[in-house]
């Protein structure tokens, strides 16, 4: 039989070797300097009360100084390190909140030796919901000879979360811009909402649908050579215009220029009150409700006025 070695001799060799490693290890890790280093870590607020909204920016990053071997800290990855302020019982106002070395996590081997800066000031406002119109975001005009009907927004109001004074000073909230250009039909789209301040934000709806309506614009007609009446002519006075007819210009839709006939267009001058001599007066034109007069050429005539007597 193969003689058999006592317990604590027995693998002598791989034990010899553990002790050869361990020792190699001691002095390699004792031989390195201590280095002490500054970084930027996050700041990472923890136990927001809920009825509570901070006003303007709240810090994201502190400074740090560390202090480890220089092994340890080369492998100190983005993140590794981080501070945490607890925020449990804070109250609306202003209030200040120390950061001590204590409230930074660092991997094992790493002290922090000092934060900057040591104090944090935070101003807290009570939070508040309310419901604003939504704006839709149009650019562009569409194809020649259509024009921008009704824009409807659907839902047009939403729910906003925020700071009680940025709350209430918010108006409306809006879409993102929907081009229009040289369109000759309809457009609806399903968009984005937003909010200008960055305070404020949306409390659960994200998109709205905008539907414009794209529709013909309308025409103009010209009805040529329409005598001038003299309105309001006084007694034992004659009057003659020159010229005696004019050009009126109308716009509408095509289906009320199309009903408008042209002896329904009346051009005028009224000369209540004028005694005899000659004016230079306006034209005026009497039109259909569905119809608008645009221009008269000419706007103004020779008007000249005689007494019956002469």
């Given at each position: 039989?193969?003689?058999?070695?006592?317990?604590?001799?027995?693998?002598?060799?791989?034990?010899?070797?553990?002790?050869?490693?361990?020792?190699?290890?001691?002095?390699?890790?004792?031989?390195?300097?201590?280095?002490?280093?500054?970084?930027?870590?996050?700041?990472?607020?923890?136990?927001?009360?809920?009825?509570?909204?901070?006003?303007?920016?709240?810090?994201?990053?502190?400074?740090?100084?560390?202090?480890?071997?220089?092994?340890?800290?080369?492998?100190?990855?983005?993140?590794?390190?981080?501070?945490?302020?607890?925020?449990?019982?804070?109250?609306?106002?202003?209030?200040?909140?120390?950061?001590?070395?204590?409230?930074?996590?660092?991997?094992?081997?790493?002290?922090?030796?000092?934060?900057?800066?040591?104090?944090?000031?935070?101003?807290?406002?009570?939070?508040?919901?309310?419901?604003?119109?939504?704006?839709?975001?149009?650019?562009g005009m569409p194809a020649p000879g259509y024009v921008v009907g009704k824009v409807t927004v659907s839902p047009n109001r939403v729910e906003?979360?925020?700071?009680?004074?940025?709350?209430?000073?918010?108006?409306e909230a809006l879409t993102e811009t929907i081009s229009i250009a040289d369109l000759r039909d309809p457009r609806s789209e399903d968009v984005?909402?937003?909010?200008?301040?960055?305070?404020?934000?949306?409390?659960?709806?994200?998109?709205?649908?905008?539907?414009?309506?794209?529709?013909?614009?309308?025409?103009?007609?010209?009805?040529?050579?329409?005598?001038?009446?003299?309105?309001?002519?006084?007694?034992?006075?004659?009057?003659?215009?020159?010229?005696?007819?004019?050009?009126?210009?109308?716009?509408?839709?095509?289906?009320?220029?199309?009903?408008?006939?042209?002896?329904?267009?009346?051009?005028?001058?009224?000369?209540?009150?004028?005694?005899?001599?000659?004016?230079?007066?306006?034209?005026?034109?009497?039109?259909?409700?569905?119809?608008?007069?645009?221009?008269?050429?000419?706007?103004?005539?020779?008007?000249?006025?005689?007494?019956?007597?002469?």
């Amino acid at each position: 039989m193969p003689m058999s070695w006592p317990w604590p001799f027995r693998h002598v060799g791989l034990k010899l070797m553990s002790v050869g490693l361990a020792v190699l290890l001691w002095m390699t890790v004792s031989g390195e300097e201590t280095v002490e280093r500054g970084l930027r870590v996050p700041l990472e607020l923890q136990q927001f009360p809920a009825a509570l909204e901070i006003q303007g920016e709240a810090p994201s990053t502190v400074d740090v100084r560390v202090r480890g071997t220089s092994g340890v800290l080369s492998r100190v990855a983005s993140g590794d390190i981080v501070a945490v302020l607890d925020l449990h019982g804070a109250r609306a106002g202003n209030r200040l909140f120390p950061v001590t070395p204590d409230q930074v996590h660092a991997p094992f081997g790493v002290e922090v030796v000092q934060v900057t800066p040591s104090t944090v000031a935070l101003a807290f406002e009570t939070s508040m919901t309310r419901e604003v119109p939504v704006t839709a975001s149009i650019e562009g005009m569409p194809a020649p000879g259509y024009v921008v009907g009704k824009v409807t927004v659907s839902p047009n109001r939403v729910e906003i979360v925020g700071p009680e004074s940025a709350v209430k000073r918010a108006r409306e909230a809006l879409t993102e811009t929907i081009s229009i250009a040289d369109l000759r039909d309809p457009r609806s789209e399903d968009v984005t909402i937003g909010l200008i301040d960055p305070a404020l934000r949306l409390k659960t709806q994200r998109t709205v649908t905008v539907a414009v309506q794209i529709l013909p614009g309308p025409l103009e007609r010209t009805l040529r050579n329409r005598p001038v009446h003299l309105r309001n002519l006084g007694p034992h006075l004659s009057a003659q215009a020159m010229p005696v007819v004019v050009d009126v210009g109308l716009r509408g839709s095509r289906e009320a220029l199309s009903r408008v006939e042209a002896d329904a267009v009346t051009a005028y001058i009224d000369v209540v009150g004028l005694v005899a001599g000659d004016y230079m007066l306006s034209v005026h034109a009497d039109a259909s409700d569905q119809a608008g007069v645009t221009h008269i050429d000419p706007a103004t005539v020779q008007v000249r006025i005689t007494s019956a007597k002469d």
